[in-house]
C-alpha cells in the first residue's frame, strides 16, 4: 500500500497563501494512482477539496477559483496549492490515493480511498 506524509500546514491570516505537500513512499509511482486532498474539521465529516490523475483535476465548489492541485511524477509528491484563504477553511488536511485514475465522483467520499496520510493541520486567523 502506498504510503503518504503531507506537510505544509501552518496558521496563516485570512487572505494569506500555504502549499500543502503529500510525499508518497514506497515502490509505488503516483502517476498510476487518483490523489486526493480532504479536509476535515471536529464533528464533521472529511470534505473532498481536490482530486488529480495523470490526465486529469478537479476541485470542490467551495474552493474553485482560490485552490489549486498540481503533482510532481518525478518527485513523487503532490501539491495543494491554497490562496484566499478563508476562516472557514481551517481543518486538518488529509492526502488520500487509490490505484487508478479518478472519477468525478471521488471527490465526493473518503471511502474510495483506502490509503491516507495523517493529516497537516491549517488554521486561518
Known amino acids: 500500500q502506498v504510503q503518504l506524509v503531507e506537510s505544509g500546514g501552518g496558521s496563516v491570516e485570512a487572505g494569506g497563501s500555504l502549499r500543502l505537500s503529500c510525499a508518497a513512499s514506497?515502490?509505488?509511482?503516483?502517476?498510476?494512482?487518483?490523489m486526493a486532498w480532504f479536509r476535515q474539521v471536529p464533528g464533521k465529516e472529511r470534505e473532498g477539496v481536490a482530486i488529480?490523475?495523470?490526465?486529469?483535476?478537479d476541485v470542490a465548489s467551495s474552493v474553485k477559483g482560490r485552490f489549486s492541485v498540481s503533482r510532481n511524477n518525478a518527485k513523487n509528491i503532490v501539491y495543494l496549492q491554497m490562496n484566499s484563504l478563508k476562516h472557514e477553511d481551517t481543518a486538518m488536511y488529509y492526502c488520500g490515493a487509490h490505484y487508478g485514475d479518478c472519477s468525478e465522483n471521488d471527490i465526493k467520499s473518503r471511502r474510495f480511498f483506502p490509503a491516507w496520510g495523517q493529516g497537516t493541520q491549517v488554521t486561518v486567523s
Open positions: 514506497g515502490r509505488y509511482t503516483i502517476q498510476n494512482y487518483c
Open positions: 488529480i490523475d495523470a490526465d486529469w483535476s
